[in-house]
T-cell receptor
Framework: AQSVTQLDSQVPVFEEAPVELRCNYS??????LFWYVQYPNQGLQLLLK??????LVKGINGFEAEFNKSQTSFHLRKPSVHISDTAEYFC????????????FGTGTRLTIIP | DAMVIQNPRYQVTQFGKPVTLSCSQTLNHNVMYWYQQKSSQAPKLLFH???????NEADTPDNFQSRRPNTSFCFLDIRSPGLGDAAMYLC???????????????FGPGTRLTVL
């Protein structure tokens, strides 16, 4: 069975400062990793995904994430945040055998301070 | 050009009164999913359809049922809603190629269910 841990439930960051949202996963097989963003009262939108290849993945809205197999991590980063980045961010994992099933972390609420 | 549409966006029902939530998609995707998301929690998969094949999660209560009459539509039926079923219900779709690595799941805006 696979699992995802997002250690930080809330992250406050000043506008234009860099941010890192942490995600660690546990799985015994090859995994596929995702970051989704959820704005208030909306569904989830895909930010980026790692399927294979380059471990540095670039996504929408200036976000990027790095897959680190040895540390079983997939941390999300942005060099300079904007007020509009205020949202809930979910890390998710699926595996090679049950590709249709996503397991989500508990989410990190990112709050941008003006 | 909405791709995954959920109706209604907000639904209020009474304790024990059956309710149906609707999801439609214009992506012609093979797989459709229903998730339950309670306040400040991660989305939890209830079940999914791969074409017409229904896949129920082991811990999904019997109170929750689903129908997929065609490729475009999928319904979530809650037979006897309890107070604990109040949540956001998210529908998602994916291409479901079954060959290359997994496809992206595209989510609808969700239906927020209130149980009085």
């Amino acid at each position: 069975a696979q699992s995802v841990t997002q250690l930080d439930s809330q992250v406050p960051v000043f506008e234009e400062a860099p941010v890192e949202l942490r995600c660690n996963y546990s799985s015994s097989v090859s995994v596929y990793l995702f970051w989704y963003v959820q704005y208030p009262n909306q569904g989830l939108q895909l930010l980026l995904k790692y399927l294979s290849g380059s471990t540095l993945v670039k996504g929408i809205n200036g976000f990027e994430a790095e897959f680190n197999k040895s540390q079983t991590s997939f941390h999300l980063r942005k060099p300079s945040v904007h007020i509009s980045d205020t949202a809930e961010y979910f890390c998710a994992v699926s595996d090679h055998y049950v590709r249709e099933k996503l397991t989500f972390g508990t989410g990190t609420r990112l709050t941008i301070i003006p | 050009d909405a791709m995954v549409i959920q109706n209604p966006r907000y639904q209020v029902t009474q304790f024990g009164k059956p309710v149906t939530l609707s999801c439609s998609q214009t992506l012609n995707h093979n797989v459709m999913y229903w998730y339950q998301q309670k306040s400040s929690q991660a989305p939890k998969l209830l079940f999914h359809y791969y074409d017409k094949d229904f896949n129920n999660e082991a811990d999904t209560p019997d109170n929750f049922q689903s129908r997929r009459p065609n490729t475009s539509f999928c319904f979530l039926d809650i037979r006897s809603p309890g107070l604990g079923d109040a949540a956001m219900y998210l529908c998602a779709t994916s291409r479901g190629s079954g060959g290359p690595p997994t496809d992206t799941q595209y989510f609808g805006p969700g239906t927020r269910l209130t149980v009085l």
